[in-house]
């Protein structure tokens, strides 16, 4: 990371995620694990030259590393908080989805990395997207989320 640039605080993380539909949380939560998953096997490598080699600037990176290592992971645990705890839902550990169970209704909605679709009584399932399950759009725009990226 530049010396000039710092990450954004978890206060700011926090309060951006109010802001983003469920589908953003998982997919961040995919993201982080994912950039995690990297990190620890980039560490894995430095690790094993810094030993052989002592060298500072490598030694420093891995540092780093395992700052924003921990850095993702805390970042995990606030989208879980807002999930949980300020949105009411489910939280599915280890997979970054939600199961939504609204009191008297039989319908579950699960989100995972690629998609969200709800399950309803019946058993069809109907996309986030709003198409319904089975049917696609052949021309589709875009669409254009607004809110803040992170």
């Not at 924003?68 to 999930?83: D, F, S, T």
């Not at 969200?116 to 696609?136: F, M, P, R, W, Y």
Request: proline share 2%.
């Amino acid at each position: 990371m530049s010396a000039n640039a710092l990450p954004i605080s978890s206060a700011r993380f926090a309060t951006a995620l109010r802001e983003l539909p469920i589908s953003s949380l998982h997919a961040k939560v995919a993201e982080l694990r994912n950039s995690i998953a990297h990190l620890e096997k980039s560490n894995k490598d430095l690790e094993e030259y810094v030993r052989e080699e002592d060298d500072k600037d490598c030694y420093e990176a891995l540092m780093e590393n395992k700052q924003v290592i921990e850095r993702n992971k805390e970042r995990i645990e606030l989208i879980k908080v807002e999930v949980t705890e300020l949105r009411g839902l489910a939280w599915a550990e280890g997979e970054g989805k939600t199961v939504v169970k609204e009191e008297g209704d039989q319908n579950t909605t699960t989100g995972n990395d690629n998609a969200s679709t709800v399950t309803q009584q019946n058993g069809t399932g109907v996309n986030v997207n709003g198409h319904a399950g089975g049917q696609e759009n052949s021309v589709s725009a875009p669409e254009v989320e607004e809110g803040v990226f992170l």
